[in-house]
């Protein structure tokens, strides 16, 4: 009597009926390749976004269609017949934007020359950090105390003006406006910050071997390859911006200028109690940001269509 003996055929034993000792194995592998537990850690986020966001938008959603008097769409025609509710918008756009545009503008060109990890990148970003933690009220009643009527700015202007010239930066457009520029600037600067330093530095360092002038480097180089990082880092700032409420009710003039529509969103809940009215302008609030935002990030293919990076490698 003769028993089988494995053969080794390619590289796999096998027995005398041909049959692969491996394949069990393998196929043990393939179902735990298959399932792979790691998607399952995001559960816990997707439910707590479901109760905090999709939950909360839904009912505001519910509540702007059931107003207390009139049909469905009452609430949505009483804020396009009143001007002091469809006027918050173009006064919120007037705010938000500029803040936005100065904080990018700004920004770029000192992330650029921070590009480089150096001691004074370390010191600058440390420096801009503490902004952000103050927190826009107390950065308000700072400005309230050094741009008020009897301010340090105000006082010292006086005495080295020529002219008597009244000045007035508080409870009006430009309170807000820096308080927006104070408080979104290191957020600007952060976010282009480690859009800069993912940029491969020895791009720019080939083009200089073909005489290429640093401003054409940053142009043809960085700026370019930065497109798609500005394209988010403005939407993000917009986003920041356009929902402004504490600058606009502490530095601006919340009954003038300065009403935006989280103000009118506010009185129509808690001084009107409308909260089918309150509702609509919090739904037209989120609308307007998104065709904002879907807009800068529809026109950045039009500056760049390559990678969205430049990452070292």
């Not at 998607?39 to 939950?55: D, K, M, Q, T």
């Not at 930066?169 to 952060?190: D, E, K, M, Q, R």
């Not at 390859?225 to 920041?240: D, I, K, M, R």
Request: with cysteine.
């Amino acid at each position: 009597m003769t028993t089988a003996s494995p053969v080794s055929t390619g590289g796999v034993r096998r027995d005398s009926s041909g049959a692969s000792e491996g394949s069990h194995g393998d196929r043990q592998r393939r179902r735990r390749a298959a399932f792979d537990p790691v998607p399952l850690l995001v559960i816990p986020a997707a439910l707590l976004v479901a109760v905090l966001f999709a939950y909360a938008f839904l009912h505001g959603l519910v509540l702007s269609f059931t107003p207390a008097q009139g049909d469905w769409l009452a609430s949505y025609r009483t804020f396009f017949e009143r001007s002091a509710f469809y006027g918050t918008v173009a006064t919120t756009l007037w705010i938000s934007v500029p803040a936005t545009l100065i904080n990018v503008g700004l920004a770029i060109p000192m992330a650029y020359c921070l590009r480089r990890p150096s001691s004074m990148q370390r010191f600058v970003t440390t420096l801009l950090v503490i902004p952000m933690t103050l927190g826009t009220v107390l950065v308000a009643e700072g400005l309230l105390t050094y741009l008020g009527p009897q301010g340090w700015f105000v006082r010292v202007f006086h005495l080295v003006a020529p002219v008597d010239m009244a000045v007035r930066l508080t409870h009006n457009y430009w309170g807000v406006l820096l308080s927006l520029i104070i408080t979104g600037f290191p957020f600007a600067f952060l976010l282009i910050l480690s859009y800069v330093t993912g940029i491969d530095p020895t791009l720019a360092r080939a083009a200089a071997t073909l005489g290429a002038s640093p401003w054409r480097q940053f142009r043809e180089i960085y700026l370019p390859l930065l497109v798609p990082g500005l394209a988010v880092t403005f939407s993000l700032s917009f986003v920041q911006a356009f929902s402004v409420f504490p600058s606009a009710v502490l530095l601006g003039a919340p009954a003038g200028p300065t009403r935006v529509m989280s103000i009118a969103a506010y009185q129509a809940a808690f001084e009107e109690y409308d909260y089918s009215l309150a509702s609509v302008v919090a739904i037209l609030m989120g609308l307007v940001q998104l065709a904002i935002v879907l807009g800068v990030l529809g026109l950045r293919r039009f500056f760049y269509s390559g990678p969205t990076g430049g990452a070292k490698g």
